[in-house]
């Protein structure tokens, strides 16, 4: 809400302009346009989106020390910011993972035919972590020793607030806890990634998981995580992973540092069954024959939306839900 | 006062007027039904006595079998031993302990560890079966084996374990031997076999239990079931059991393997409810009190209450063949004993058969549920192929079936078998298009892999092969009515008839096959096999 100024307008009005331009070219990009024409909000947020990217490009004055990692970073495992081909907010499409390349002949003609995708969250299906303890990790990095124990300090002492936030709406939680964010650079963030990736996430990725993500992408799905982390956080995961496509949070940044908010539209509950749902409509895939996978009840909606729902390492309400509907409930911790 | 007629042989009774109503089997409840006049009632055949000593048979099997060394003289220390065992949908229900796995296990372990062989791995031959519950496992194997193996070097085959397969080779017919890694590089298995039908053991023990899905396609599908004709005569013209063959056959070329058989009587019922097993026209007047009472409990108890009654209460199985040595020398001892507890001679073929459908099938031991399509599966893939010979009902005869359907699935167990119950079968029931179309996407789903590997779950192919087992039924009968479904769309999606009462029911298939059709029930369970001349 913020995010949208004038030059995200402007930016919205170029976007179109490119967009008109390009439905000269071939009927495909004359529908492609129609779609982006649709979609007047999206087009908005699509515009404060590329704004931001813009500002995460410009190399923030603080962060100079760090250029040459945050450049070697994102030229070896992590997308260009912005991300290239993202056709969504939050959307960001890696190249083609080892994973994917060394699938058998069979498995790739399956997935050169396949309209489906699998959509996976993270947090509690995929790694046994959440987007608290992340944050935790930048808190506790944060540089200056005092400020580091203050931010950690601040997010202990959140904790519950983050809670009863949650058991209202997973929306709010993560307003709330992403203004935790305010004030870090954005090349602190990507630095830390790969590091928080190696220390926290890898080691609590569940038993299993690696090997359902490696059947489904034998079914020839597209292997995509919606999360409601931010971007930075789970990049290093998605390419362990071998995704192809990453939807997730993005953090508004002026002059490379974070203010606190994210890009709208919040990834979270049932703006996540958007995110497929739009997911889909634009890269032509079948919404009933892709896979959906999620722990919590707050994510019911995007099981809810695929035609192969999975509930993984459900918690209590969603294992009801699951039950009332026959889905499938997978255990792999 | 006896009032029904004898015929051919002793367990087969015809209705007389005043012959008492009979019992059938209806999910975890029973109907009593009187009968037309003339309806012939199979029985099953009293049970044959039990081995004294089952364990002192059992060490005499070991060291006299058939076509090869005894076991002993097989043994070297350091050699490298697979001993596998069927799982827990066999037999049904579960026998009274010690289950006949157990002392198998029991003495198959102590005359490994007397040779010095150390290096020995029970696997529990599932193929795509669910994977049992710990307390399941030590059920079966018996505490000692339990404690010393669980879950080390006792544990599940996992037919999706990425590295846990090997392929022996193709038989001529290009069906792939692909069995468990750990038996394939062991230098001798150990096969130690429950059959309690004729179905069970032989070929198919290696060369389904220890397959994977690829190795299963070879025989469980459209057409090897319909070239098929009794599943329960493997000497018979079935290309199930062919293939079976030509698969074990080949694997054997590869490997060491050392069998063992053992056949059960019909002891289902035992204790008070022995009265289930007898002729209604012998009841005493105590034992039509003891219905009556199981009847009025029945009825003032929940559905879930009454399965878990019926899961818990134990049957009186006793060992009374076991052979060991090579597979097809052994295999043929033992049909020939279980043809003798199960084989009934019946003249002739019928032109509507009734069968009482039971709470409990091969696939939902311990399940919260006979789900639609395991009552399918019993109906026309397991009591239409008890028979050897001709089927007991005539090609395009009525099969009236009595069962509740109702509408649940146990989700842990049977994940994938819903979606296709819910979503597939309406679409079509041709065996041929579910193969075709669907049978990939069911077996490759990774939620259902996932469940079966991690969970209790059956495999997401399992519900298809549930259909095509009952594909010959299908295709051999005209019409099938079940008695007492408590909803409609359950016997539709299934491409059935309902009816209200037993009596409704064969009027709807005199209207088919003529006033004089010849109406004949099997008295299921135990098993009744017909000989049909």
Same mark, same amino acid.
């Given at each position: 809400?913020?995010?949208?100024?004038?030059?995200?307008?402007?930016?919205?009005?170029?976007?179109?302009?490119?967009?008109?331009?390009?439905?000269?070219?071939?009927?495909?990009?004359?529908?492609?346009?129609?779609?982006?024409?649709?979609?007047?909000?999206?087009?908005?947020?699509?515009?404060?989106?590329?704004?931001?990217?813009?500002?995460?490009?410009?190399?923030?004055?603080?962060?100079?020390?760090?250029?040459?990692?945050?450049?070697?970073?994102?030229?070896?495992?992590?997308?260009?910011?912005?991300?290239?081909?993202?056709?969504?907010?939050?959307?960001?499409?890696?190249?083609?993972?080892?994973?994917?390349?060394?699938?058998?002949?069979?498995?790739?003609?399956?997935?050169?035919?396949?309209?489906?995708?699998?959509?996976?969250?993270?947090?509690?299906?995929?790694?046994?972590?959440?987007?608290?303890?992340?944050?935790?990790?930048? /808190? %506790?990095?944060? @540089?200056?020793?005092?400020?580091? *124990?203050?931010?950690?300090?601040?997010? &202990?002492? #959140?904790? =519950?607030?983050?809670?009863?936030?949650?058991?209202?709406?997973?929306?709010?939680?993560?307003?709330?806890?992403?203004?935790?964010?305010?004030?870090?650079?954005?090349?602190?963030?990507?630095?830390?990634?790969?590091?928080?990736?190696?220390?926290?996430?890898?080691?609590?990725?569940?038993?299993?998981?690696?090997?359902?993500?490696?059947?489904?992408?034998?079914?020839?799905?597209?292997?995509?995580?919606?999360?409601?982390?931010?971007?930075?956080?789970?990049?290093?995961?998605?390419?362990?992973?071998?995704?192809?496509?990453?939807?997730?949070?993005?953090?508004?940044?002026?002059?490379?540092?974070?203010?606190?908010?994210?890009?709208?539209?919040?990834?979270?509950?049932?703006?996540?069954?958007?995110?497929?749902?739009?997911?889909?409509?634009?890269?032509?895939?079948?919404? /009933? %024959?892709?896979? @959906?996978?999620?722990?919590?009840? *707050?994510?019911?909606?995007?099981?809810? &939306?695929? #035609?192969? =729902?999975?509930?993984?390492?459900?918690?209590?309400?969603?294992?009801?839900?699951?039950?009332?509907?026959?889905?499938?409930?997978?255990?792999?911790? | 006062?006896?009032?029904?007629?004898?015929?051919?042989?002793?367990?087969?009774?015809?209705?007389?007027?005043?012959?008492?109503?009979?019992?059938?089997?209806?999910?975890?409840?029973?109907?009593?039904?009187?009968?037309?006049?003339?309806?012939?009632?199979?029985?099953?055949?009293?049970?044959?006595?039990?081995?004294?000593?089952?364990?002192?048979?059992?060490?005499?099997?070991?060291?006299?079998?058939?076509?090869?060394?005894?076991?002993?003289?097989?043994?070297?220390?350091?050699?490298?031993?697979?001993?596998?065992?069927?799982?827990?949908?066999?037999?049904?229900?579960?026998?009274?302990?010690?289950?006949?796995?157990?002392?198998?296990?029991?003495?198959?372990?102590?005359?490994?560890?007397?040779?010095?062989?150390?290096?020995?791995?029970?696997?529990?031959?599932?193929?795509?079966?669910?994977?049992?519950?710990?307390?399941?496992?030590?059920?079966?194997?018996?505490?000692?084996?339990?404690?010393?193996?669980?879950?080390?070097?006792?544990?599940?085959?996992?037919?999706?374990?990425?590295?846990?397969?090997?392929?022996?080779?193709?038989?001529?017919?290009?069906?792939?031997?692909?069995?468990?890694?750990?038996?394939?590089?062991?230098?001798?298995?150990?096969?130690?076999?429950?059959?309690?039908?004729?179905?069970?053991?032989?070929?198919?023990?290696?060369?389904?239990?220890?397959?994977?899905?690829?190795?299963?396609?070879?025989?469980?599908?459209?057409?090897?079931?319909?070239?098929?004709?009794?599943?329960?005569?493997?000497?018979?013209?079935?290309?199930?059991?062919?293939?079976?063959?030509?698969?074990?056959?080949?694997?054997?070329?590869?490997?060491?393997?050392?069998?063992?058989?053992?056949?059960?009587?019909?002891?289902?019922?035992?204790?008070?409810?022995?009265?289930?097993?007898?002729?209604?026209?012998?009841?005493?007047?105590?034992?039509?009190?003891?219905?009556?009472?199981?009847?009025?409990?029945?009825?003032?108890?929940?559905?879930?209450?009454?399965?878990?009654?019926?899961?818990?209460?134990?049957?009186?199985?006793?060992?009374?063949?076991?052979?060991?040595?090579?597979?097809?020398?052994?295999?043929?001892?033992?049909?020939?004993?279980?043809?003798?507890?199960?084989?009934?001679?019946?003249?002739?073929?019928?032109?509507?058969?009734?069968?009482?459908?039971?709470?409990?099938?091969?696939?939902?031991?311990?399940?919260?549920?006979?789900?639609?399509?395991?009552?399918?599966?019993?109906?026309?893939?397991?009591?239409?192929?008890?028979?050897?010979?001709?089927?007991?009902?005539?090609?395009?005869?009525?099969?009236?079936?009595?069962?509740?359907?109702?509408?649940?699935?146990?989700?842990?167990?049977?994940?994938?078998?819903?979606?296709?119950?819910?979503?597939?079968?309406?679409?079509?029931?041709?065996?041929?298009?579910?193969?075709?179309?669907?049978?990939?996407?069911?077996?490759?789903?990774?939620?259902?892999?996932?469940?079966?590997?991690?969970?209790?779950?059956?495999?997401?192919?399992?519900?298809?092969?549930?259909?095509?087992?009952?594909?010959?039924?299908?295709?051999?009968?005209?019409?099938?009515?079940?008695?007492?479904?408590?909803?409609?769309?359950?016997?539709?999606?299934?491409?059935?008839?309902?009816?209200?009462?037993?009596?409704?029911?064969?009027?709807?298939?005199?209207?088919?096959?003529?006033?004089?059709?010849?109406?004949?029930?099997?008295?299921?369970?135990?098993?009744?096999?017909?000989?049909?001349?």
């Amino acid at each position: 809400m913020h995010a949208h100024t004038h030059e995200d307008d402007s930016a919205l009005g170029q976007e179109q302009g490119r967009a008109q331009e390009k439905a000269k070219e071939t009927p495909q990009a004359q529908e492609r346009a129609r779609g982006q024409r649709g979609l007047s909000v999206r087009d908005g947020m699509a515009g404060a989106h590329d704004d931001a990217g813009e500002g995460m490009d410009a190399a923030p004055e603080g962060a100079a020390h760090t250029k040459g990692r945050l450049e070697a970073l994102q030229d070896a495992r992590l997308p260009a910011y912005p991300p290239a081909g993202a056709k969504l907010p939050g959307h960001a499409r890696l190249p083609t993972s080892k994973l994917a390349e060394e699938m058998s002949p069979r498995d790739q003609a399956k997935r050169a035919t396949s309209r489906a995708a699998a959509f996976y969250d993270v947090d509690g299906t995929l790694v046994s972590t959440n987007v608290v303890h992340a944050f935790g990790y930048y /808190a %506790a990095n944060r @540089g200056r020793l005092v400020e580091s *124990a203050v931010r950690t300090a601040a997010v &202990v002492a #959140g904790i =519950p607030v983050f809670w009863m936030a949650d058991q209202v709406s997973r929306a709010l939680f993560n307003e709330l806890f992403y203004k935790q964010y305010k004030g870090i650079s954005h090349d602190r963030l990507v630095a830390l990634s790969e590091e928080l990736f190696e220390k926290v996430l890898k080691p609590a990725i569940y038993p299993g998981a690696m090997d359902m993500v490696q059947r489904c992408r034998e079914t020839g799905a597209r292997q995509v995580i919606v999360t409601g982390a931010i971007d930075h956080t789970i990049l290093p995961l998605a390419r362990y992973f071998g995704m192809d496509d990453v939807i997730a949070n993005r953090l508004e940044f002026v002059d490379g540092v974070a203010t606190g908010r994210v890009i709208k539209p919040l990834i979270a509950g049932a703006t996540k069954a958007a995110a497929v749902r739009d997911f889909c409509t634009a890269e032509d895939l079948d919404l /009933a %024959a892709s896979y @959906g996978f999620c722990d919590s009840y *707050a994510d019911y909606s995007m099981l809810a &939306v695929v #035609g192969r =729902p999975t509930a993984v390492n459900p918690d209590f309400r969603l294992r009801s839900f699951a039950r009332s509907h026959d889905w499938p409930v997978v255990d792999l911790r | 006062m006896r009032l029904a007629k004898e015929l051919e042989a002793p367990e087969v009774v015809t209705i007389d007027k005043g012959s008492a109503p009979r019992i059938l089997h209806y999910g975890e409840d029973f109907l009593l039904e009187d009968l037309p006049v003339g309806t012939r009632v199979i029985y099953p055949k009293q049970p044959i006595a039990g081995l004294p000593n089952p364990r002192a048979a059992i060490r005499w099997a070991l060291n006299h079998p058939l076509g090869c060394d005894p076991l002993p003289a097989q043994l070297k220390p350091g050699m490298k031993v697979t001993i596998a065992v069927d799982d827990i949908s066999l037999p049904l229900p579960a026998m009274q302990r010690p289950d006949i796995r157990q002392m198998m296990l029991e003495i198959l372990l102590e005359m490994l560890a007397d040779h010095g062989v150390e290096d020995v791995h029970i696997i529990i031959a599932i193929a795509l079966h669910r994977k049992m519950t710990a307390a399941e496992v030590e059920r079966m194997v018996g505490p000692k084996v339990f404690r010393e193996h669980w879950p080390q070097t006792l544990y599940h085959h996992d037919a999706e374990d990425p590295d846990g397969m090997v392929e022996l080779g193709k038989t001529r017919h290009g069906e792939p031997v692909r069995i468990n890694r750990r038996a394939a590089e062991s230098d001798l298995i150990i096969y130690a076999n429950l059959n309690f039908v004729p179905m069970n053991g032989g070929h198919k023990s290696v060369g389904v239990g220890l397959t994977d899905y690829e190795g299963l396609k070879a025989n469980h599908n459209p057409h090897a079931i319909r070239e098929s004709w009794s599943y329960m005569d493997p000497q018979g013209p079935s290309e199930l059991h062919r293939s079976f063959d030509r698969i074990g056959r080949l694997a054997e070329k590869h490997l060491n393997v050392f069998k063992i058989e053992t056949a059960v009587n019909n002891r289902m019922y035992q204790g008070p409810m022995e009265f289930l097993g007898k002729n209604e026209d012998d009841f005493t007047e105590g034992d039509r009190l003891k219905f009556q009472a199981l009847k009025w409990t029945l009825s003032k108890t929940p559905r879930a209450m009454r399965r878990e009654v019926f899961m818990r209460v134990p049957a009186g199985y006793e060992l009374i063949a076991v052979y060991a040595g090579k597979t097809e020398p052994v295999h043929e001892k033992i049909l020939e004993k279980s043809f003798d507890q199960y084989a009934v001679q019946v003249k002739g073929q019928a032109d509507i058969l009734i069968h009482g459908i039971p709470f409990i099938s091969p696939y939902n031991a311990n399940s919260t549920a006979l789900n639609p399509l395991l009552v399918q599966v019993m109906g026309l893939g397991y009591l239409f192929n008890l028979y050897r010979g001709r089927p007991l009902v005539k090609k395009g005869g009525v099969l009236i079936l009595t069962h509740p359907c109702t509408d649940a699935f146990d989700t842990n167990h049977h994940p994938s078998y819903v979606e296709f119950f819910h979503k597939v079968l309406p679409e079509t029931r041709d065996a041929v298009i579910h193969s075709q179309k669907y049978e990939e996407d069911f077996a490759t789903n990774p939620a259902y892999i996932e469940m079966y590997r991690r969970g209790n779950a059956f495999h997401g192919v399992h519900p298809l092969y549930m259909w095509y087992w009952g594909e010959n039924g299908r295709q051999h009968v005209g019409k099938v009515i079940v008695v007492g479904a408590d909803n409609a769309h359950v016997p539709r999606i299934l491409g059935w008839e309902r009816a209200s009462t037993l009596a409704e029911a064969i009027a709807m298939a005199r209207s088919e096959m003529g006033r004089s059709a010849q109406v004949t029930m099997v008295h299921n369970a135990p098993i009744v096999l017909a000989d049909v001349e």
